[in-house]
């Protein structure tokens, strides 16, 4: 083999320098916004820092602690009941309006606009309209149920009470991804299909479902992420309470760093539960690889 | 060019010549504060503020009022060590140690609190005492505001507990005080007492904090809680209120007061902030029943009663340290602040400068005068990093004391999770921020 055959072949080389201009931005913003972040927290997880200064070097001594820290291990708790809660009736909900607003064509745009409309309204707005609607008294979800639960002063019930202020919120999101995975089958299999005589529940179990079971994975994957981040709603409606029954690991990192300016410890916190997050998301990853590979 | 966008133009260079212009020879010290303080006393502080404000032309106060609680320390805080907090700022002195010895704070000199007139002695000692830690001041104590029992003369006085005149009988002890509850529950068929009882309350820890004084028992000793059996008997003490019915659990701060003013209890154990209402509904005739103040009753072997100050102290702002002057106009203003407190007497507080404090219209002034005698008993948050208003430790008790109330955990449960989630805090070294 000469030397010349392992360089680039000349248009390779001369694409290169777009490539990299192209590619640089992605590669800058990953490094100054992640990577280096990242590594950061790290580190500090080994320290035991306040807000702005690092005090000493302490190793695992972080790891240690919140290995026997029940606090962390009920936010971790609160946190997967949460996501729970919140990921099958997202997905399963996102699936329904999809169908929905697939199958009334005259009414498609009002119904899709109605569906997708609180998802667009900033978390500040959604936490004051859920709390209006979940007040014992005067709010309307009593109202129509005719009782006098205070939602989120009820440690059984609030955290699903915030789960339904949040599948309310962003279910919406969902349903684009499905109404754009049922634009995406073709016409003519349900136009064969009903030739063969297949109708109702049938088509949708033999070429809706399956058309849409990637897109169905893709929501789940990033349902199970976005649930298991979840901070706003219950920082603001709940503040994790009561009795710390809302509160979610984010919360628990928040309280660290900032109540009690215990970076260190938050970093820690913070890099548990990466990795958590990171082993589920894999875990999950592989079942669905998994089952695609039985039923092919 | 246009007659219009010339027009802009000189508009445009006027603004930019008037902001970057040469400061006109009058120019004032400004002094940005940030303070706390909301609702009645807000207005207290903004009127001060105006006052001072017209009373001359050098300084000039403009006053931010951020949300109490968590939110403002947590601003404070980092806002000072990177340089980016206000001129001066009001505090609690409950949260001295941890802010002066956070390095957030800016010692203030007794050479500089001369130059505008002001000694330690002007102050009365414990106020003074508390502004104070490793030998240095770091704040100008303002007020005290205890912890004291309201209660409902019109509801009372079929029951006993009044004297001729009206006023209650002294209470000795934690059962009379439980018996005054029940006999006041039973006469009126209303609650015999109500406090703020709801998750994430702080009355709870303030209630607890006092009885355990009350018993000589320390919360915490080098790094570990000291306060063994008392703290879960003392919490059981409180929770038998409830349980029986003579309060009601599950009650938010304003809940619970205006289950008072509505009438719908005979006692309410509160902070003294909520005298200007009571003042105020009096006056107005729309309070529909009479109504007296004492002290927290003595219920075990003596009268101490939970309280805390506001003061007046100077962020750090690291990097950017207050020069002489702007350190000058912040005392100039809390001097006038100290000297016209009687003003701040008519929020309930009880003033922390000696003069007026002692003067014959404070000494005067109702219902103040009727709880006076808790400023001799009062006893702060214990010192500690962790301890003082929305502290990280009064955080964690206002989120598991309210559970023994509710029923939601026995009080031995509830002092068990206070303990365990707090118990990383008291170790912990006091961080430097």
Same mark, same amino acid.
């Given at each position: 083999?000469?030397?010349?055959?392992?360089?680039?072949?000349?248009?390779?080389?001369?694409?290169?320098?777009?490539?990299?201009?192209?590619?640089?931005?992605?590669?800058? %913003?990953?490094?100054?916004?992640?990577?280096?972040?990242?590594?950061?927290?790290?580190?500090?997880?080994?320290?035991?820092?306040?807000?702005?200064?690092?005090?000493?070097?302490?190793?695992?001594?972080?790891?240690?602690?919140?290995?026997?820290?029940?606090?962390?291990?009920?936010?971790?708790?609160?946190?997967?009941?949460?996501?729970?809660?919140?990921?099958?009736?997202?997905?399963?909900?996102?699936?329904?309006?999809?169908?929905?607003?697939?199958?009334?064509?005259?009414?498609?745009?009002?119904?899709?606009?109605?569906?997708?409309?609180?998802?667009?309204?900033?978390?500040?707005?959604?936490?004051?309209?859920?709390?209006?609607?979940?007040?014992?008294?005067?709010?309307?979800?009593?109202?129509? *149920?005719?009782?006098?639960?205070?939602?989120?002063?009820?440690?059984?019930?609030?955290?699903?009470?915030?789960?339904?202020?949040?599948?309310?919120?962003?279910?919406?999101?969902?349903?684009?991804?499905?109404?754009?995975?049922?634009?995406?089958?073709?016409?003519?299999?349900?136009?064969?299909?009903?030739?063969?005589?297949?109708?109702? *529940?049938?088509?949708?179990?033999?070429?809706?479902?399956?058309?849409?079971?990637?897109?169905?994975?893709?929501?789940?994957?990033?349902?199970?992420?976005?649930?298991?981040?979840?901070?706003?709603?219950?920082?603001?409606?709940?503040?994790?309470?009561?009795?710390?029954?809302?509160?979610?690991?984010?919360?628990?990192?928040?309280?660290?760093?900032?109540?009690?300016?215990?970076?260190?410890?938050?970093?820690?916190?913070?890099?548990?539960?990466?990795?958590? %997050?990171?082993?589920?998301?894999?875990?999950?990853?592989?079942?669905?690889?998994?089952?695609?590979?039985?039923?092919? | 060019?246009?007659?219009?966008?010339?027009?802009?133009?000189?508009?445009?260079?006027?603004?930019?010549?008037?902001?970057?212009?040469?400061?006109?020879?009058?120019?004032?010290?400004?002094?940005?504060?940030?303070?706390?303080?909301?609702?009645?006393?807000?207005?207290?502080?903004?009127?001060?503020?105006?006052?001072?404000?017209?009373?001359?032309?050098?300084?000039?106060?403009?006053?931010?009022?951020?949300?109490?609680?968590?939110?403002?320390?947590?601003?404070?805080?980092?806002?000072?060590?990177?340089?980016?907090?206000?001129?001066?700022?009001?505090?609690?002195?409950?949260?001295?140690?941890?802010?002066?010895?956070?390095?957030?704070?800016?010692?203030?000199?007794?050479?500089?609190?001369?130059?505008?007139?002001?000694?330690?002695?002007?102050?009365?000692?414990?106020?003074?005492?508390?502004?104070?830690? #490793?030998?240095?001041?770091?704040?100008?104590?303002?007020?005290?505001?205890?912890?004291?029992?309201?209660?409902?003369?019109?509801?009372?006085?079929?029951?006993?507990?009044?004297?001729?005149?009206?006023?209650?009988?002294?209470?000795?002890?934690?059962?009379?005080?439980?018996?005054?509850?029940?006999?006041?529950?039973?006469?009126?068929?209303?609650?015999?007492?109500?406090?703020?009882?709801?998750?994430?309350?702080?009355?709870?820890?303030?209630?607890?904090?006092?009885?355990?004084?009350?018993?000589?028992?320390?919360?915490?000793?080098?790094? #570990?809680?000291?306060?063994?059996?008392?703290?879960?008997?003392?919490?059981?003490?409180?929770?038998?209120?409830?349980?029986?019915? &003579?309060?009601?659990?599950?009650?938010?701060?304003?809940?619970?007061?205006?289950?008072?003013?509505?009438?719908?209890?005979?006692?309410?154990?509160?902070?003294?902030?909520?005298?200007?209402?009571?003042?105020?509904?009096?006056?107005?005739?729309?309070?529909?029943?009479?109504?007296?103040?004492?002290?927290?009753?003595?219920?075990?072997?003596?009268?101490?009663?939970?309280?805390?100050?506001?003061?007046?102290?100077?962020?750090?702002?690291?990097?950017?340290?207050?020069?002489?002057?702007?350190?000058?106009?912040?005392?100039?203003?809390?001097?006038?602040?100290?000297?016209?407190?009687?003003?701040?007497?008519?929020?309930?507080?009880?003033?922390?400068?000696?003069?007026?404090?002692?003067?014959?219209?404070?000494?005067?002034?109702?219902?103040?005068? #009727?709880?006076?005698?808790?400023?001799?008993?009062?006893? &702060?948050?214990?010192?500690?990093?962790?301890?003082?208003?929305?502290?990280?430790?009064?955080?964690?008790?206002?989120?598991?004391?309210?559970?023994?109330?509710?029923?939601?955990?026995?009080?031995?449960?509830?002092?068990?999770?206070?303990?365990?989630?707090?118990?990383?805090?008291?170790?912990?070294?006091?961080?430097?921020?």
């Amino acid at each position: 083999m000469k030397p010349s055959d392992l360089a680039l072949p000349a248009s390779s080389r001369r694409e290169g320098l777009p490539a990299t201009l192209l590619l640089a931005p992605f590669v800058i %913003v990953f490094l100054l916004f992640f990577l280096v972040p990242a590594g950061v927290t790290f580190w500090m997880s080994l320290t035991e820092s306040s807000l702005t200064r690092t005090n000493a070097f302490v190793g695992l001594a972080n790891y240690h602690t919140l290995l026997n820290d029940p606090s962390f291990w009920d936010s971790v708790l609160n946190t997967f009941y949460f996501a729970l809660l919140t990921v099958i009736p997202l997905t399963a909900l996102g699936l329904v309006m999809a169908l929905l607003v697939n199958r009334f064509v005259k009414a498609q745009a009002w119904l899709q606009g109605v569906f997708f409309l609180p998802f667009v309204l900033p978390i500040s707005v959604m936490t004051l309209i859920a709390d209006w609607m979940l007040q014992p008294s005067s709010g309307v979800i009593n109202h129509i *149920l005719g009782i006098h639960r205070p939602w989120l002063a009820d440690p059984y019930w609030a955290l699903p009470a915030v789960a339904i202020g949040t599948v309310w919120w962003t279910v919406g999101f969902n349903m684009l991804l499905f109404l754009a995975g049922l634009r995406n089958i073709p016409a003519d299999l349900y136009e064969a299909a009903a030739l063969d005589g297949a109708r109702g *529940l049938t088509l949708f179990r033999s070429i809706t479902w399956p058309a849409l079971r990637p897109v169905a994975t893709t929501a789940l994957i990033l349902q199970v992420i976005a649930s298991l981040k979840v901070f706003g709603q219950t920082y603001i409606l709940t503040s994790g309470g009561p009795f710390n029954t809302t509160r979610v690991t984010l919360h628990y990192m928040y309280e660290t760093a900032f109540t009690q300016s215990d970076a260190g410890y938050a970093a820690a916190i913070a890099m548990a539960f990466v990795t958590i %997050v990171i082993l589920l998301s894999v875990l999950q990853a592989g079942v669905v690889r998994w089952l695609a590979r039985r039923d092919a | 060019m246009a007659r219009r966008e010339w027009k802009l133009g000189a508009a445009v260079a006027l603004l930019v010549s008037l902001a970057w212009g040469p400061a006109p020879a009058w120019a004032q010290v400004e002094v940005r504060m940030w303070t706390l303080l909301s609702g009645g006393d807000g207005a207290r502080m903004r009127a001060l503020v105006d006052d001072f404000n017209a009373s001359q032309r050098e300084v000039r106060v403009v006053s931010t009022t951020l949300k109490w609680g968590e939110p403002f320390y947590t601003k404070l805080i980092t806002s000072s060590v990177v340089g980016a907090g206000p001129d001066v700022a009001t505090v609690h002195l409950s949260r001295l140690v941890n802010l002066a010895g956070g390095g957030v704070l800016r010692p203030i000199s007794d050479a500089e609190l001369a130059a505008v007139g002001l000694k330690g002695s002007d102050y009365l000692p414990r106020q003074w005492e508390k502004s104070r830690w #490793q030998g240095k001041t770091w704040a100008v104590p303002l007020d005290t505001h205890p912890l004291v029992l309201y209660y409902n003369k019109t509801l009372l006085r079929p029951t006993g507990l009044l004297d001729a005149e009206g006023r209650l009988k002294p209470i000795e002890g934690v059962d009379a005080l439980t018996d005054a509850f029940r006999i006041a529950t039973e006469a009126s068929h209303r609650r015999g007492l109500t406090m703020e009882s709801s998750q994430s309350s702080f009355a709870i820890w303030r209630l607890w904090l006092s009885m355990l004084a009350q018993q000589n028992v320390a919360i915490v000793r080098n790094g #570990q809680y000291s306060y063994g059996a008392a703290g879960e008997a003392t919490l059981a003490r409180i929770s038998d209120w409830f349980r029986k019915g &003579y309060a009601q659990a599950g009650l938010d701060y304003p809940a619970s007061t205006s289950q008072f003013m509505g009438g719908g209890a005979a006692f309410m154990l509160n902070g003294v902030w909520e005298v200007p209402e009571l003042v105020r509904a009096s006056k107005a005739g729309t309070l529909g029943f009479e109504y007296g103040i004492v002290p927290l009753p003595t219920m075990y072997a003596n009268a101490s009663a939970w309280a805390d100050s506001h003061a007046f102290a100077i962020p750090a702002n690291a990097g950017r340290p207050p020069s002489p002057q702007k350190v000058n106009a912040v005392l100039r203003f809390v001097a006038y602040v100290s000297r016209h407190s009687m003003g701040w007497a008519e929020g309930g507080h009880i003033p922390a400068y000696r003069a007026v404090a002692e003067s014959p219209e404070a000494l005067a002034l109702q219902p103040n005068a #009727q709880y006076a005698a808790a400023a001799h008993n009062v006893v &702060y948050d214990p010192d500690g990093w962790y301890m003082g208003a929305a502290g990280p430790l009064e955080a964690i008790a206002s989120k598991f004391l309210p559970a023994a109330l509710y029923g939601y955990m026995t009080p031995a449960q509830a002092i068990k999770r206070f303990e365990q989630e707090g118990a990383r805090l008291i170790r912990k070294q006091p961080p430097r921020y």
